[in-house]
Every structure is written in structure tokens, then in C-alpha cells.
């Protein structure tokens, strides 16, 4: 059957045209002008008209999603549309303004933080869009008014949105998001490299052992590209129907640009394993751990303090692992005396748009 209710009074959706400033020269030319998906409660434009101010949602797409991508139909389901209307019409949401911002890139998303090799996107969310919704629609203006949250990747850039834009937002909700690294990326790497290793350059392997030159070898070392990036990014934006390996590859290469990014070197960052032989290099394996927020809370537990609500959920079956990062990472805030919730559910990674009934009912209390 279809999850659509005729009996449920809708809400409206229109979208947001914004140009941007903060995107301009980007590093990987993506548009600077964006349509961003907004929904309003029904009966929003009276309720405007009498002077009426709604507190303001902003959902933060996962890895390979978009803004527009999240309000699309969906067969024998709800879309976040329908959702969004159920939970109005029960009551379990007020009257609020829900964005939905478009922050795709080539590189298949961002993580929602600032990167010399992607783009200023946590200047982007926080400030530039932020400021622009403020400014053209009847938003409360005031942390305590606003939610941030989203899953996956954009659970990890709702919780860097409270490190790093302090007294921003008032509420944030972590679903599934990316923590505990060594268990997410660090395993997985592997499997990239091997689908990296189709898009090696031969002309630089030696012919007399198959092992690549010194002067390779030295780049590679240092977690700079030999080519192989290059080629198989190239690949991918010219490539309509890739598969499960390559988009688990582009994945970490987004990463690998979002955490250890590098304007002096190919490409504008480095992977943090010898791309020849597998090894580790720890030294670019720690920068990416600075940002993994399992460590990244122990430095300002103070910050997150000031928030109304702090929520966290995630399926104990996560196939990425999240799970234990989570368990982590809840451990941690209680340790540090940060007030928050925790939950967890039968479920893995996919398929759990059915917990934003849970997360908003808190969030929006």
C-alpha cells in the first residue's frame, strides 16, 4: 500500500534558490547556486501573515544524498515529506521550518566541515545559509529555536556543527553518525586500494620487478597520489552506474580530502595508506583521527554543555560498525558530565529513516 494520507491536512514544500559566496572558486568547481528543498507546516502562510516566528530544522543529508534527493517519492514507504506531515498531524512536531540544504559535491558529499580540497562547507551550512534562511523566512533567530541533525554523515556534521560553531544551534541529533574511525574507514581502505590499483599509472612500475620506481615509492610513502586518484576520479565523473566498490572508494577518498587535505600536493590531499604496498602511515592516519569525534569531544566538553538536547541513536547492527563508535562516544559525554540521550535498536545502517520520528519528537519537545 502507500504511505500517503489523504486524510492528513499536508504541509507545503518550495524551494530556496541561494548563491553562494563562501562556495565560489571551489576546489572542485561545484555550483555555487543552489536549490534548497524547504517544508512549512499547513497553514503557514496565515500564520505569517499574523506575525508568527517558527523554530528551524535543518536536515543534513547522508554520503551520496542531497537536500533535494531526501524529499523525493518513494514506493510503499513515506518520503521525509509524508513524515513530516504524519508527525505535524499527530502533534509530535510544532509548527517549524524544515530545510533540507543541497551540499552535494563531485566527490559525492562533504562531511559539513571546512576543506582546503572541497569547500568550505561548514562555513557554508552554519553561517552563509544559515544567515540567508534567517534572513528570508519567519525563523526564531535564537540557538535554543533551532535543530540540527541528520544521519550518517550528516549525523557527524550536526555534532561538528556544535564543536565548531558554538552557540549556533541548540539541539543536535547524531543518527548513525561517523565515529570511531578505526573501525569505520581505517578496515575498508583495503578494498580501496584495490580498486585504486586498476588506475595505476604502468609507466611507472619498474619493468624489472613490477614495484614501482623510487621516486614513486617516495610519494607514495607520503600518501601523495601517483596518478591513480586522478584517473579513477576521472573515471567516476564520467561513470553513470558505478558500483558497490568504486562508490566505497569514492567514499573514502572524500574522506581522505575532507580530513587530510593538502593544497601543496596532487589532487589538494593525501589517503592515509601507501597506496603500493597497504601500509598505514600514521602520521596521515592521525590527522584524520583529530577529527574523529570520539576524540574530538574530549576537547570541548564545555561547548556542548550549552545545548538544549543532545540526542544519539543508532542500530546495534550497524554493517559500518558505527555502533561501537556511538557506544564510545555516549561513554565519553558521560564521563565529561555532558547531558545527552542515547539509543539504540534493532537495525544496521540502511533503512532507518523511521528513527527522525523518535529523534524530532526530542528535539522538537
Request: proline share 6%; charged share 20%.
Amino acid at each position: 500500500m502507500l504511505i500517503t494520507r489523504p486524510d492528513i491536512l499536508p504541509g507545503r514544500v518550495f524551494f530556496l534558490e541561494h548563491h553562494s559566496q563562501v562556495l565560489l572558486n571551489n576546489p572542485l568547481n561545484d555550483p555555487t547556486v543552489r536549490q534548497h528543498p524547504v517544508w512549512v507546516p499547513p497553514g503557514f502562510e496565515e500564520k505569517s501573515k499574523q506575525g508568527q516566528r517558527f523554530p528551524l530544522v535543518f536536515e543534513l543529508a547522508g554520503f551520496l544524498g542531497s537536500g533535494p534527493g531526501r524529499i523525493t517519492w518513494r514506493a510503499f514507504d513515506e518520503n521525509i515529506i509524508d513524515r513530516l506531515n504524519r508527525l505535524y498531524h499527530e502533534q509530535i512536531i510544532p509548527d517549524v521550518i524544515v530545510v533540507f540544504p543541497d551540499a552535494f559535491t563531485r566527490l559525492g558529499g562533504n562531511q559539513y566541515i571546512n576543506s582546503s580540497a572541497i569547500g568550505q562547507y561548514g562555513d557554508y551550512i552554519n553561517q552563509e545559509l544559515l544567515f540567508f534562511v534567517d534572513q528570508h523566512l519567519p525563523t526564531i533567530n535564537t540557538p535554543e529555536k533551532r535543530i540540527i541533525y541528520g544521519k550518517s554523515s550528516g549525523g557527524y556534521g550536526a555534532i561538528m556543527a556544535a564543536l565548531l560553531y558554538p552557540g549556533t544551534w541548540g539541539n543536535i541529533g547524531m543518527l548513525s553518525g561517523d565515529c570511531f574511525f578505526d573501525a569505520l574507514y581505517r578496515n575498508d581502505w583495503h578494498n580501496t586500494l584495490t580498486t585504486l590499483s586498476k588506475f595505476a599509472p604502468h609507466s611507472l612500475v619498474s619493468e624489472s620487478n613490477n614495484e614501482p620506481t623510487q621516486e614513486i615509492t617516495q610519494l607514495l610513502s607520503l600518501g601523495i597520489d601517483d596518478g591513480r586518484v586522478k584517473s579513477f576520479l576521472e573515471y567516476m565523473w564520467n561513470n553513470e552506474r558505478p558500483n558497490h566498490h568504486e562508490s566505497h572508494a569514492l567514499m573514502n577518498i572524500c574522506m581522505a580530502a575532507t580530513y587530510d587535505p593538502d593544497p601543496q600536493v596532487a589532487n589538494g590531499f593525501r589517503i592515509p595508506f601507501n597506496a603500493y604496498s597497504g601500509e598505514l602511515l600514521n602520521q596521515r592516519w592521525n590527522n584524520w583521527l583529530t577529527w574523529d569525534p570520539i576524540h574530538r569531544v574530549k576537547l570541548q566538553p564545555a561547548v556542548l554543555n550549552t545545548l538544549n538536547t543532545l540526542y544519539l541513536d543508532c542500530g546495534w547492527n550497524d554493517q559500518y560498525h558505527i555502533h561501537y563508535g556511538m557506544r564510545q562516544l555516549s561513554r565519553q559525554l558521560k564521563d565529561l558530565g555532558v547531558n545527552h540521550s542515547y539509543h539504540e535498536f534493532a537495525g544496521t545502517h540502511s533503512g532507518i529513516d523511521h528513527r527522525i520520528d523518535k529523534a524530532l519528537a526530542i528535539l522538537a519537545k
